[in-house]
């Protein structure tokens, strides 16, 4: 018996150094924190992050204030039993529900309440986060779930097969436990960086052993696109995956002009291209610029407007993340989903990997998801208890109870 | 000139009488009002609202503090000149811009900035808002909207023509400005009223002239729903329009039962059948249950959303409200979208119509859009310095300088 006795919130921030982090759009970021902590009666405290760039992250810990009270003494086992529909009533808090629904920053405090409750859920059960949610029944696993207004294309029902579906095969792709999951570099191409930069952080990366790279794009001057591409091309060889992030600078029609300047540099996924709401736009980009995917994901808010990109054939690569939409639970719904639709997740990682090195392995084993790679960001490694270890460009498997989400304390 | 020196917020918060503003989802609300405060040296004050149902309503006013930061010390006329692309640098504050993009909190907050510029605008010109939106010449009204992620339906240069096609033909519509716009009744139908209260406000209703009333359903209960529309129907005879209001209680299997099961008192309308981000569910139900109606928008946060729903044929009732997207200018700019598409306007009304009872004269003199009917809600007739004359159901055109939104000071 693990009872919440108190809930408290932490206004996280770190400074970066300059130009790192920035891209065509945030171009001054602090990357921070709304941090929810769940004390209890055994000493274990529950840490759940969400993510912002400084600016109003007070705001998303003011709404955890509220959002959080109906957790105030629950036991964790029982809650966890039921936390679906815990977190639906969350989400749809009569008075706060009128600032999203569903998103800006009563959904990014929701996903902090919620990555909290299972981080202390897995210390409690003292086993990482991966194991945790291997070791779920399909039934339990479903009732942590909100499937509302999915209705239409996942049920519980068919959420309950997949899961059965897929779990004779799981030693087949429980090597990846021990092998460690691929990750790729974000920090190599950021917006402001000179040429040369770029093409020496590139060299760097490709010798430490990544296999994919990140440019970001979208510049006012679609020439200054075009040259940076063919430099990180250049510089990592025919071998390596560049992908290309626009960070929603192009209207569609630029967009589409854009793609087709890019096509040369083999581009292995066009990211962000325009406005993260605008599903039509993606849909008819996707559609003329293939072969070349659409990623897209950290800007989406929750699983309905995920569900209708699925549905438009709008993302091939859905970077659906747990400090954006509702947390861990959330997160979880749109991976089934995707499976569903037969995509791929590759997650952003506002949490600098911590957390989702734990979800994309439960993805691959327990959905069947392909193992793609994982975004890695080392900008805040000296800030956690726990850093992701990211050795040789992949991941290691994190072996402590928990998300590897505890933040050390601040000097 | 007239220059803007200070700027204040007022976390503004109105008790109900039990019951109303009630619906199938907000079971408590406390209408409130975010609001912006642009003190000049003229002695006017520019009023912005932004609606909230009350908690939360200090994070709304806290996001203002910081994005209205630009205005200060701002001339309002040279302010106005370029109003389109100041609104835009604020939308995409660098580190705001993520609690969004253009949704939740901080476009709540861009919502009551954006009223309180319009007001000050108007009140220094000493015209009403519907006067001197209607006065602006296209392009300096154009100056003021932000188009950005419209190109592939709606240019700046669509939008012009747009406006000057219709301007030949304004003085056809304006008689509105003597005859008054006609209004419609939220009030006798909301969620928990008992029978016999839906009957009498009903009667009542019609009585007072009103040709047109609301019906919030959505119970989880659909016979609950079918006894209360045909009783609603009953009491109001056949010419009176009844819409049904379900606040998003249905999944999209549940909407295309209930939709069936409603037909037979002849709807006007479904509003807000299930989730507002889930454009293609609503893209399936509108197919599936022509001729009936969907109307939707207050709870659609920009016009990108807007857009998608309008290309997929999910609406034809855009129920945009000025207190939800950033204000007046996205209001406009959803408004030339929707006669672009040959949709109806009828705005949902979180300020009570004060400022919408312009808005819809400019939509029909203007634009050119049906004169459909305004939504009136009573519960804050009280607290409006100039509240909002509707008599014989029929809203009576505003004489005063500015959008009508100055609140009296709390008792």
Known sequence: ???????????????????????????????????????????NTGFGLAFTLGGGNDLVCRAIETLAEPLAGREIEELMAEFGEVQRRIANHPQLRWLGPHKGVVHLALASIVNACFDLWAKERGVPLWRLLLDLTPQELIQTLDFSYLEDVLTTEQARALLEIHAPTRDERASVIRDGYPGYD???GWFHYEDDVIREKTLQAVAQGFTALKLKVGSKDLERDVRRARLIRSAAGDNVRVMLDVNQQWTLPQALRAAAALRDMSPFWIEEPTHPDDVLAHQTLAREIAPVSIALGEHVP??????????AKAVEYVQVDAMRVAGISEFIVVSLMARMFGLK??????????????????????????????????????????????????YQTPQQAGSSSDLLALP
């Open 302 to 311: 929750n699983r309905i407007l995920f569900k209708n990109f699925m549905q």
């Open 345 to 394: 997740v590759v997650p952003h990682v506002g949490d600098m990997g911590q957390i989702h090195q734990h979800l994309v392995l439960f993805n691959h084993i327990a959905l069947g998801l392909d193992k793609v790679f994982l975004e890695y960001i080392p900008h805040l490694k000296d800030r956690f208890v726990h850093p992701a270890a990211v050795m040789n460009g992949i």
């Open 1 to 43: 018996m693990t009872t919440i006795t108190r809930i408290q919130t932490q206004d996280t921030r770190f400074p970066l150094s300059a130009g790192d982090g920035a891209d065509a759009i945030h171009s001054n970021p602090q990357y921070s924190y709304a941090v929810t902590l769940l004390h209890t009666d055994t000493g």
């Open 186 to 188: 974000t920090s190599v």
